[in-house]
């Protein structure tokens, strides 16, 4: 990989890679044959979906004929609908509807991330098209699940992550929690959750023959990422509300550090080893930090080392650790993140040099994963998609000019 960080272009025995993107014949993945209908939705859905497609399979998603993000912005860039095809739809209408039940009749799995009952009302709920295709896998992404007080109200990641208890043990106990962005509930309590369920089904659809319905919640995924909290707490290691925690940011060594330049560094020094080299770097005598997990020093010690790493900047601190088993890091912004040695060498991001992003993971031996396309506009490549699924070209172009079904 090259330092401007694009992929160069190699042959191989399937097809060519150009600048990250896969082109004429990507390796196969783990997931080839499988048959995906997704409705398009937000978030977790096309993050799942994607998932699935980058491992290779066939993913159609079904947007609203005429859909305008609301979001804003040129969906060309909208990352995490790569990978794969999709068509406009008009599921107002009786065709559209009939279309979208044929397309579940050929799927092994279908993903929808719509408030409950929204499908049913569309005759596309898990009983009526699990009877007509009992292999059918019906994945189900909410926020509060399809059942319970919540199920029909609103919310976000930041809704979600707060009736777990997670929320309230982020940040310094002077201010409010800030939102962890929408990691913890949207994407690793929703969309990894939702593929982990699909993944199970798949598995044992195998054996069974039979498809099922997942309930994939974000308030149940979220909290599952509460474990070990909740077993820390128990075990007495973890004290209640925020404050005095080993990975809350009050101990000195797992914090972030501000440097003279007004950027930060990253340290995670928890164990023996680690730390002492920490504090050796910094200029510090490690045998008079030898208790560090007593949080009755944690406070003076923080803001001693805080005004030590206020006296150089960041990329001299960055040279200061290099090379030394100490975890300590530079924090960097994405942009950063694309040109880091250490990324480039991974080949961490993928993409073509104005579109780079998140390369598929995790890595497989044989059959990885791979970013077969950039995101499409609603339509695009929806008639080799449909005729990959069996649909006749003349009922593909007739429902094209009825206006039911947008595809190119």
């Known amino acids: 990989m090259d330092n401007a960080g694009t992929v160069p272009l190699k042959d191989n025995a399937e097809g060519t890679e150009r600048n990250g993107v896969s082109h004429a014949g990507p390796p196969r993945g783990p997931l080839a044959g499988i048959r995906v209908l997704e409705f398009a939705g937000l978030g977790p859905t096309p993050f799942s979906a994607m998932l699935l497609a980058d491992f290779g399979a066939d993913v159609l998603r079904v947007e609203r004929i005429g859909h305008v993000s609301a979001a804003g912005g040129d969906e060309r860039h909208n ?33 929808e991330g719509f408030r409950p009952g929204a499908m049913e009302r569309l005759g596309l709920g898990p009983d009526a098209l699990c009877a007509l295709n009992p292999r059918l896998i019906y994945a189900r992404m909410t926020g509060w699940g399809q059942t319970g007080p919540l199920a029909h109200t609103a919310g976000h990641d930041i809704n979600y992550l707060a009736l777990t208890g997670g929320l309230e043990l982020i940040g310094p106990p002077d201010r409010p929690p800030p939102p962890p962005l929408n990691f913890a509930a949207n994407f690793g309590g929703g969309g990894m959750v939702l593929v982990a369920g699909i993944l199970a089904a798949l598995v044992e659809r195998s054996t069974s023959g039979k498809g099922q319905v997942i309930d994939a919640a974000m308030i149940d995924g979220a909290s599952l990422l509460m474990t070990q909290v909740f077993a820390w707490t128990r075990m007495g290691i973890w004290r209640e509300g925020r404050g005095g925690n080993l990975l809350d940011g009050s101990a000195y060594f797992y914090r972030c550090y501000e440097t003279a330049d007004g950027r930060h560094m990253a340290v995670g020094a928890l164990e023996p080893q680690f730390h002492a080299l920490f504090v050796q770097a910094l200029g510090l005598d490690p045998a008079e930090f030898a208790d560090h997990l007593n949080p009755a020093h944690w406070e003076a010690r923080a803001a001693r080392i805080a005004a030590i790493f206020r006296t150089r900047t960041q990329a001299e601190w960055t040279r200061v650790f290099e090379g030394i088993d100490a975890c300590v890091t530079p924090v960097l912004s994405p942009q950063e993140a694309l040109t880091h040695p250490a990324n480039l060498a991974r080949g961490v991001h993928v993409g073509p040099p104005d579109a780079r992003q998140p390369a598929p993971a995790p890595r497989l031996s044989r059959t990885p994963g791979a970013m077969r396309s950039m995101p499409a506009l609603a339509g695009e490549g929806g008639v080799a998609a449909l005729e990959q699924w069996n649909f006749d070209n003349h009922a593909i172009r007739a429902l094209t000019e009825a206006g039911v079904l947008s595809a190119v």
Do not use: C, E, F, P
């Open 79 to 111: 990352y995490l609908n790569r990978s794969r095809h999709t068509i406009g739809l008009d599921l107002k209408s009786a065709q559209g509807l009939a279309l979208a039940r044929d397309l579940a009749s050929r799927a092994d799995v279908l993903i």
